[in-house]
């Protein structure tokens, strides 16, 4: 597991800004009123050559009123509970507020390291005595950080990485598949892990929307050791509800850029859905191993077509993901739970699976002898080599003479070609072109 460092503080001190700054991109909407973070709110960052994630959350207002700030800060919340060490931002232009403190005394609750930056310290020299007060927080000293202009951003990632477990801990747990499962509410995604787990962990009740947080589950049988993630459903968006749905968007996402598989449910009841494909993007998009699995198997009524006919509708409204397997369950009565475990290994030995650069290359001439490479106004596209350069999801390189001429129907092709013959059954797979000139190669 990458550390995670969460950037808490109450809203408009600069937050987002300071995320975008440490991430190096601009991923957060960063506007100057209150509570206007509900973008991609988490990235993967590098200090020092060491990889870790950060989680902007959204302000957190102590004592908030109106559903969407109290929500807010419910998602604060989590993700300073899953965080290695809380980065707790405040505003040297409004001093230290009630507020802060009382940010301050839930992060003091929570145990968890924290690091205190004071934000909008714009004038690079002179150190604003009002720095000072914030020692009475009781958080240790403070670090003046302009988000604006990334004073201090060093010293603030310096001082995160204290706490930063050592390397060689992160890879203890190769053994362990994370497992996330993912769906719109009520889907079923709890009485799965319940199932599973053979215990009510997770709260079920009819109430779509009663999981309200990601939950953690270990799980160990003669077929490998598991940790199930279970997500809150994410939403139909209402009109009222956008910034909430952002958030349960956000919470999946976060599962997701942990685990190694996804267990897409659908409810069979429904078949899959709009929100259903929004789901399964984020997990494709993320490069994770997926698994399809349809929920709710024992409440159909069937005939011999009646699966078939689900797999084609399935196929159809998730074209992209037609490397997924599909398998058919009931969390209620158990059945067929078991095959879960079997391609959950097996998916996720799937995209770990290297393809030495030989093999590739006898693949790519076989399939550029059967089908020649695109031309365009005479010019041929030259294929020279291909390589893979990762794992989760496999990823390949390909080297030729123009990627203009590389045409998207040709690359998908030769993502066919590999597939056909390596399998990388229930993986996305990543082609990147790469163009090398005449002169050089």
């Known amino acids: 597991m990458k550390p995670l460092i969460a950037i808490v503080g109450r809203p408009n001190v600069g937050k987002s800004m300071l ?22 709110l988490y990235a993967e960052a590098e200090w020092r050559n060491r990889k870790f994630d950060l989680v902007d ?12 700030l109290a929500f807010m800060r419910q998602q604060a919340e989590i993700a300073i509970q899953h965080a290695t060490v809380i980065l707790f931002v405040c505003d040297i232009k409004t001093g230290l507020t009630a507020s802060d403190q009382e940010v301050a005394n839930m992060l003091l609750r ?71 499962i993912i769906g719109k509410p009520n889907v079923g995604k709890s009485s799965l892990v319940n199932r599973i787990l053979g215990e009510q962990r997770v709260i ?10 990601a939950v953690d589950s270990y799980f160990e049988n003669q077929k490998g050791k598991y940790l199930f993630i279970d997500t809150a459903g994410m939403r139909k968006k209402s009109k009222v509800d956008d910034r909430i749905e952002k ?52 409440a159909i009524e069937k005939d011999d077509k009646t699966m078939d006919h689900m797999r084609q509708d399935i196929r159809r409204d998730l074209s992209y993901m037609t490397y997924a397997p599909i398998v058919f369950i009931s969390a209620l009565t158990g059945q067929r739970v078991d095959r879960l475990f079997d391609l959950i290994n097996y998916v996720n030995d799937q995209a770990s699976l290297r393809i030495t650069t030989g093999m590739l290359n006898t693949v790519l001439a076989d399939a550029t002898a059967r089908v020649q490479p695109p031309t365009d106004k005479g010019r041929r596209l030259k294929i020279y080599y291909m390589t893979q350069i990762g794992i989760k999801p496999p990823h390949f390189v390909c080297f030729c003479n123009d990627a203009k001429l590389f045409h998207f129907s040709y690359q998908r092709y030769l993502e066919n070609q590999i597939r056909s013959t390596f399998g990388l059954e229930g993986t996305p797979v990543r082609l990147t072109i790469r163009q090398k000139s005449d002169k050089e190669g």
Request: proline content about 4%; hydrophobic content about 40%.
């Open 19 to 40: 995320f975008n700054k440490l991430v190096g991109q601009r991923l957060s909407i960063v506007e100057d009123t209150p509570g206007v973070t509900r973008d991609r």
């Open 57 to 68: 959350t959204g302000g957190i207002e102590p004592s908030a009123d109106s559903q969407i």
């Open 110 to 180: 929570s145990q968890k390291p924290v690091v205190l930056a004071v934000n909008k310290m714009d004038q690079v020299g002179i150190t604003n005595p009002d720095i000072y007060e914030f020692y009475n927080l009781g958080l240790g000293d403070p670090i003046a950080v302009s988000a604006v202009h990334g004073h201090g951003t060093g010293d603030l990632l310096d001082a995160c990485m204290e706490y930063f477990p050592p390397e060689d801990e992160e890879e203890e747990e190769d053994d362990v598949i994370k497992v996330a």
């Open 204 to 213: 079920v009740s009819d109430m779509a929307g009663t999981t309200r947080d």
């Open 247 to 298: 958030f349960s968007v956000l919470r999946a996402t976060m599962a997701i850029e942990r685990a190694d598989v996804c267990l897409i449910l659908v409810d069979a009841n429904e078949g899959v859905t709009e929100q259903d494909t929004k789901v399964a993007g984020l997990a494709h998009e993320a490069g994770k191993a997926c698994i399809i699995v349809v929920n709710k198997w024992d």
